[in-house]
């Protein structure tokens, strides 16, 4: 028995429901990329800045993160560059699509740790609300000090 075919994604989806869709389209042309060897690309651009990222964590700025690193580089590419690349959009749009995904493993952890969690319990509050409190305060004399600057004549 024969599977009926099914309709385009593209053809289902209305034009503003997926931002990405005229890109797509666009990839599909004979000289163009196809929209795997776009992701592939994508993610490449995006590990190879992960990767220098840890490279320069590793060998000059050993007490900053190479990820952090790596955005920070990223980052400065792109503000050089003036936009970003339609591969990296893509592979960028697919794990924000996802991204509710990378909670699991946190969520199992609480699980897995409940009796240290429960035992812990208002030293971990004590410490979150003081952390908030640390983080508004900081956020409020920053955004006063810039205030100033801006209303200065």
Same mark, same amino acid.
């Given at each position: 028995?024969?599977?009926?075919?099914?309709?385009?994604?593209?053809?289902?989806?209305?034009?503003?429901?997926?931002?990405?869709?005229?890109?797509?389209?666009?990839?599909?042309?004979?000289?163009?990329?196809?929209?795997?060897?776009?992701?592939?690309?994508?993610?490449?651009?995006?590990?190879?800045?992960?990767?220098?990222?840890?490279?320069?964590?590793?060998?000059?700025?050993?007490?900053?993160?190479?990820?952090?690193?790596?955005?920070?580089?990223?980052?400065?590419?792109?503000?050089?560059?003036?936009?970003?690349?339609?591969?990296?959009?893509?592979?960028?749009?697919?794990?924000?699509?996802?991204?509710?995904?990378?909670?699991?493993?946190?969520?199992?952890?609480?699980?897995?740790?409940?009796?240290?969690?429960?035992?812990?319990?208002? #030293?971990?509050? %004590? #410490?979150?609300?003081?952390?908030?409190?640390?983080?508004? #305060?900081?956020? %409020?004399?920053?955004?006063?000090?810039?205030?100033?600057?801006?209303?200065?004549?």
């Amino acid at each position: 028995m024969r599977m009926p075919k099914m309709p385009s994604l593209f053809a289902i989806l209305p034009e503003t429901s997926y931002p990405l869709r005229s890109q797509l389209l666009t990839l599909r042309k004979p000289n163009s990329l196809s929209y795997t060897e776009a992701m592939i690309q994508g993610l490449v651009q995006l590990f190879l800045f992960q990767a220098l990222g840890e490279l320069l964590s590793k060998f000059a700025l050993p007490f900053i993160p190479g990820p952090v690193l790596g955005l920070v580089l990223l980052l400065a590419f792109l503000a050089l560059r003036g936009h970003v690349p339609a591969s990296m959009d893509m592979v960028g749009s697919g794990i924000l699509q996802h991204l509710g995904l990378l909670f699991i493993p946190a969520s199992v952890g609480v699980v897995l740790y409940l009796p240290i969690l429960q035992a812990n319990a208002w #030293a971990i509050t %004590a #410490a979150l609300v003081l952390s908030v409190l640390a983080t508004v #305060a900081v956020t %409020a004399l920053v955004l006063k000090l810039f205030a100033k600057k801006d209303s200065a004549p």
